[in-house]
């Protein structure tokens, strides 16, 4: 009886209070990321069946980063303007549509071209998610649900990444179609159960608002903000070789599709396993202590990659280092962004946030890759420790000198579209 009891307790401050809609998001992240197989696959798909060297892979990644740098801005902009909803609706109906199209795609130009599309609807997902979990979730409970929807995430991952590579022993079109299918299925969930959360401005302060109007250019003068960007540039760059030349490396090592898919797979079960009792862990620690233990995690547990040869145990380890430093930084980095950001510039600001993973995205692979192929994985997986311990630095500086991570603005007076009215869900939703 007092293991029920201590476990309904955790469950209920761990998922407990949180908006009904908050839950129904978490679902359709959990179904779109069940079926996510081509983006992990994308190198070894073009290096291992199409025959495509490594610096054409990342050239590849590298563009469909590049339609993610794009996105980053657009869907930030729009989900201010327009909504959330229709942002986010539109972004996974296009995303399901040139996933389908890249399965069929042939020839070295249009398969660069439909990545690069590929990757602007897809990353487009990102500030209005982010924006609903702000609008709808109370700050104090904020890191709380991000956590909570990055565990959805790498649920879907883990399970992903280990079908996927059993999927692709029998042919990779399948894995295109499922990705699309299953991105259409998380559509769908979000048209009938999220309605719309952008917040609305009241009457009474509608003529003479005391906000100031949050523009693009608003955010890039936000020395602070701009700055935690820049890190966040930095420690992306490192992540993105988990999905590029990661695979690559492994593969020339003679790891198989499978065992690399059972490898990969392990970041999205660790964090599974681990993203809750450590979320609950880092409540009242130092935030500057937590993200700069993840830069110097994530760094180092890439560099391990540089003696692991050809054993895919080695390269398992090296998953686990970075796999903690990724738990630590997420929930805290999208918190923090969220109560940075004014309720009326949260797609703006969120855009922004983003648009340094996605400029990882573009920049991560084509360096990678052109340090894999010409100094080789000891030079890489190196750099990468060094990058991270360099980003850790930066937030310790920028900590002491400008007070930033651990700045908070007040909560703006905003009024909610009725729709978008918090329900209370059963703690265990």
Same mark, same amino acid.
């Given at each position: 009886? +007092?293991?029920?009891?201590?476990?309904?307790?955790?469950?209920?401050?761990?998922?407990?209070?949180?908006?009904?809609?908050? =839950?129904?998001? =978490?679902?359709?992240?959990?179904?779109?990321?069940?079926?996510?197989?081509?983006?992990?696959?994308?190198?070894?798909?073009?290096?291992?069946?199409?025959?495509?060297?490594?610096?054409?892979?990342?050239?590849?990644?590298?563009?469909?980063?590049?339609?993610?740098?794009?996105?980053?801005?657009?869907?930030?902009?729009?989900?201010?303007?327009?909504?959330?909803?229709?942002?986010?609706?539109?972004?996974?109906?296009?995303?399901? &549509?040139?996933?389908?199209?890249?399965?069929?795609?042939?020839?070295?130009?249009?398969?660069?071209?439909?990545?690069?599309?590929?990757?602007?609807?897809?990353?487009?997902?990102?500030?209005?998610?982010?924006?609903?979990?702000?609008?709808?979730?109370?700050?104090?409970?904020?890191?709380?649900?991000?956590?909570?929807?990055?565990?959805?995430?790498?649920?879907?991952?883990?399970?992903?990444?280990?079908?996927?590579?059993? !999927?692709?022993?029998?042919?990779?079109?399948?894995?295109?179609?499922?990705?699309?299918?299953?991105?259409?299925? *998380?559509?769908?969930?979000?048209?009938?159960?999220?309605?719309?959360?952008?917040?609305?401005?009241?009457?009474?302060?509608?003529?003479?608002?005391?906000?100031?109007?949050?523009?693009?250019?608003?955010?890039?003068?936000?020395?602070?903000?701009?700055?935690?960007?820049?890190?966040?540039?930095?420690?992306?760059?490192?992540?993105?070789?988990?999905?590029?030349?990661?695979?690559?490396?492994?593969?020339?090592?003679?790891?198989?599709?499978? #065992?690399?898919? &059972?490898?990969?797979?392990?970041?999205?079960?660790?964090?599974?396993?681990?993203? !809750?009792?450590?979320?609950? =862990?880092?409540?009242?620690?130092?935030?500057?202590?937590?993200?700069?233990?993840? *830069?110097?995690?994530?760094?180092?547990?890439?560099?391990?990659?540089?003696?692991?040869?050809?054993?895919?145990?080695?390269?398992?380890?090296?998953?686990?280092? =970075?796999?903690?430093?990724?738990?630590?930084?997420?929930?805290?980095?999208?918190?923090?962004?969220? #109560?940075?950001?004014?309720?009326?510039?949260?797609?703006?600001?969120?855009?922004?946030?983003?648009?340094?993973?996605?400029?990882?995205?573009?920049?991560?692979?084509?360096?990678?890759? +052109?340090?894999?192929?010409?100094?080789?994985?000891?030079?890489?997986?190196?750099? *990468?420790?060094?990058?991270?311990?360099?980003?850790?630095?930066?937030?310790?500086?920028?900590?002491?000198?400008?007070?930033?991570?651990?700045?908070?603005?007040?909560?703006?007076?905003?009024?909610?579209?009725?729709?978008?009215?918090?329900?209370?869900?059963?703690?265990?939703?």
């Amino acid at each position: 009886m +007092l293991v029920t009891a201590r476990f309904r307790r955790v469950v209920q401050e761990t998922a407990g209070g949180l908006p009904r809609q908050f =839950w129904w998001l =978490w679902v359709s992240t959990l179904v779109n990321k069940l079926g996510a197989f081509v983006v992990p696959f994308l190198a070894m798909y073009l290096t291992k069946d199409r025959g495509y060297s490594a610096s054409y892979a990342g050239l590849v990644a590298s563009l469909f980063g590049l339609g993610s740098a794009a996105a980053a801005l657009l869907a930030g902009v729009l989900t201010d303007r327009i909504g959330r909803r229709p942002t986010l609706l539109g972004a996974q109906l296009g995303t399901a &549509l040139f996933t389908t199209v890249l399965g069929f795609t042939d020839g070295q130009v249009a398969i660069a071209v439909v990545a690069f599309l590929v990757g602007l609807f897809n990353n487009a997902t990102r500030p209005p998610t982010s924006a609903v979990i702000a609008d709808l979730v109370p700050p104090e409970d904020r890191v709380r649900a991000y956590s909570l929807n990055y565990w959805a995430v790498n649920i879907g991952f883990g399970l992903s990444a280990a079908l996927a590579g059993l !999927i692709a022993t029998h042919g990779y079109l399948t894995l295109f179609l499922l990705d699309a299918f299953s991105t259409l299925v *998380c559509a769908l969930v979000i048209f009938v159960r999220i309605p719309e959360t952008r917040p609305q401005v009241a009457p009474e302060q509608s003529a003479d608002s005391a906000e100031p109007r949050i523009s693009l250019l608003s955010v890039f003068r936000d020395a602070p903000f701009m700055a935690l960007v820049g890190l966040t540039l930095m420690l992306a760059l490192v992540f993105q070789q988990g999905s590029t030349t990661l695979a690559v490396d492994m593969g020339a090592a003679g790891i198989t599709s499978t #065992e690399y898919g &059972l490898v990969i797979g392990l970041n999205g079960l660790l964090i599974v396993v681990l993203q !809750i009792p450590l979320t609950r =862990w880092m409540q009242g620690r130092s935030r500057t202590g937590l993200l700069i233990a993840s *830069c110097l995690l994530t760094g180092w547990g890439f560099g391990l990659a540089a003696v692991a040869g050809s054993s895919a145990w080695l390269f398992a380890l090296s998953v686990a280092v =970075w796999t903690v430093g990724e738990i630590l930084n997420m929930p805290v980095m999208m918190g923090l962004v969220a #109560e940075l950001a004014p309720a009326h510039g949260r797609g703006r600001y969120q855009g922004v946030f983003s648009l340094s993973w996605s400029l990882a995205s573009f920049l991560g692979p084509a360096g990678g890759g +052109l340090l894999l192929q010409h100094a080789g994985p000891v030079v890489l997986w190196t750099t *990468c420790g060094a990058v991270g311990t360099a980003t850790a630095a930066g937030y310790l500086v920028l900590a002491r000198r400008t007070g930033a991570v651990g700045r908070r603005r007040p909560v703006a007076t905003e009024v909610t579209a009725p729709a978008a009215e918090p329900e209370k869900a059963p703690a265990g939703a």
